[in-house]
């Protein structure tokens, strides 16, 4: 999987302008940037120009040497970075780059080169090139980052085969990075922040200290919750990440790589429905999977099971099985595999009292609900559901000294309350699942 960088930036400029134009910019205070982590690209320092594309974070082609790593430095790798080695996470990404774009590898040690996640590509842009900076929350995504130490880690970077000279400054989440090119919007305008989308989104949920935690539903699921800010106290033996909170502490984390793209699957390949809204109208006509269970591996499984080689499948299938219990099915399947992911983290920090939800996904009440009998707790989805957006402005208010009142930002719009439960359902998806990693794996 893999997009150009050079219509990210496009695009995001557009976005940027249309906003500018409509507010007016004397009303635009700051920039604040929040995005897709792991994603990455290398570019020439001069010109700007991406060497190849960017390789998004789902991209499998690094599997192999990510399997590699984790053989020949796997408890390392997590010690200093807090992750587990996987094609997931940007260091192999780079190098993969670096080794397929002719004549990149001589280029890089003469300083012609830079990389990058999404966040350090933008920054270049916006300043027409004067700064070349990320933040620690992305950084502490690239597995090259030592948690501990704060600093690229000479070791990460020499297993991983990137030269450490290619890679930008860290800061802060909140802090001046500098200013927009005047030529870009009439102006120049300071940028005061900068955080990985995930972290934001838990910046914006309002969680600084562990008890809450919150799943932002896309084409993944990702669920963080706070850690504290001590990482000897913090280091997970569970299958989760440990990472950098935008706050400046530590968080863990359980990525579910295919959550929103199970239904876009159904959609799209056995168009089951003609859009992802249909997939859950589908879902409430069933009332019940009657045993059908969707095992959603599209990409393998990630935390707390960490299998490259895990498939999807769909079991229990009858005669009379339906298209809508298929449906019913899949959104079941992504609120186990939460279940799964919080289970892990209680293991690390004790209980967690509520989920608080954003992302497209979390629009779906039936999948909403589903959850909630799953994991037998409450599911908060706050008014503003652009959480991310919200936690990026709200970094940017920090780093300008002031606050950011926003009126019922963290109330509850919406509170699932269980109304059933699903431990036989969860039961035998979690058998399946079982099954279907033995089958990988032979």
Same mark, same amino acid.
């Given at each position: 999987?893999?997009?150009?960088?050079?219509?990210?930036?496009e695009s995001q400029l557009e976005a940027a302008r249309a906003v500018?134009?409509?507010?007016?910019?004397?009303?635009?205070?700051?920039?604040?940037?929040a995005n897709q982590r792991e994603t990455s690209l290398i570019w020439d320092r001069a010109s700007r120009d991406p060497i190849g594309p960017a390789i998004v974070w789902q991209c499998r082609r690094t599997a192999g040497a990510a399997a590699h790593l984790l053989n020949a430095h796997g408890d390392e790798v997590r010690?200093?970075?807090?992750?587990?080695?996987?094609?997931?996470?940007?260091g192999l990404k780079i190098a993969w780059l670096l080794d397929h774009v002719p004549?990149?590898?001589?280029?890089?040690?003469?300083?012609?080169? !830079? &990389?990058g996640t999404v966040d350090s590509w933008l920054l270049a842009n916006l300043t027409g090139g004067g700064v070349f900076a990320t933040d620690r929350t992305n950084a502490s995504r690239t597995m090259l980052w030592n948690l501990t130490e704060r600093r690229w880690d000479a070791d990460l970077c020499r297993w991983q085969r990137v030269p450490e000279t290619i890679?930008?400054?860290v800061h802060p989440s909140a802090h001046e990075y500098g200013h927009t090119a005047a030529s870009l919007f009439g102006a120049p305008l300071p940028i005061?922040? !900068? &955080?990985?989308?995930?972290q934001a989104a838990l910046f914006g949920h309002g969680?600084?200290?562990p008890g809450r935690a919150k799943c932002t539903y896309g084409t993944g699921a990702f669920i963080l919750t706070h850690a504290g800010r001590s990482i000897e106290s913090a280091a997970p033996a569970s299958g989760l990440l440990l990472t950098a909170s935008a706050d400046g502490g530590l968080a863990y984390e359980g990525g579910i790589f295919t959550a929103g793209s199970v239904v876009q699957w159904l959609r799209d390949e056995l168009r089951?429905?003609?859009?992802a809204p249909d997939i859950s109208s589908m879902a409430v006509a069933a009332e019940s999977s009657q045993g059908v269970m969707l095992i959603p591996a599209l990409a393998g499984l990630g935390a707390p099971h960490w299998d490259a080689d895990a498939r999807g499948a769909i079991l229990g299938i009858t005669r009379g099985t339906t298209p809508a219990q298929i449906a019913r099915a899949a959104l079941e399947s992504i609120a186990f595999r939460v279940r799964e992911v919080v289970e892990a983290m209680e293991a690390e920090c004790g209980q967690i009292e509520e989920l608080r939800v954003d992302g497209g996904m979390s629009s779906s009440d039936v999948l909403l609900q589903i959850q909630s009998n799953a994991l037998q707790r409450s599911i908060i989805r706050p008014a503003i559901q652009e959480t991310t957006a919200l936690g990026a402005a709200r970094l940017a208010a920090t780093a300008a000294g002031s606050s950011l009142d926003v009126k019922d930002a963290e109330d509850a719009k919406d509170r699932f309350e269980p109304n059933g439960e699903l431990e036989r359902e969860f039961d035998r998806w979690t058998s399946a699942r079982r099954a279907i990693q033995h089958l990988g794996a032979n």
């Open positions: 999987m893999e997009q150009s960088g050079r219509d990210i930036w500018v134009r409509e507010v007016g910019i004397e009303h635009v205070r700051s920039v604040a940037l010690s200093r970075s807090g992750l587990r080695p996987d094609a997931y996470f940007s004549g990149a590898r001589q280029r890089a040690p003469q300083g012609d080169l !830079v &990389a890679l930008p400054e005061l922040a !900068v &955080a990985g989308d995930q969680i600084v200290e089951l429905a003609p859009t």
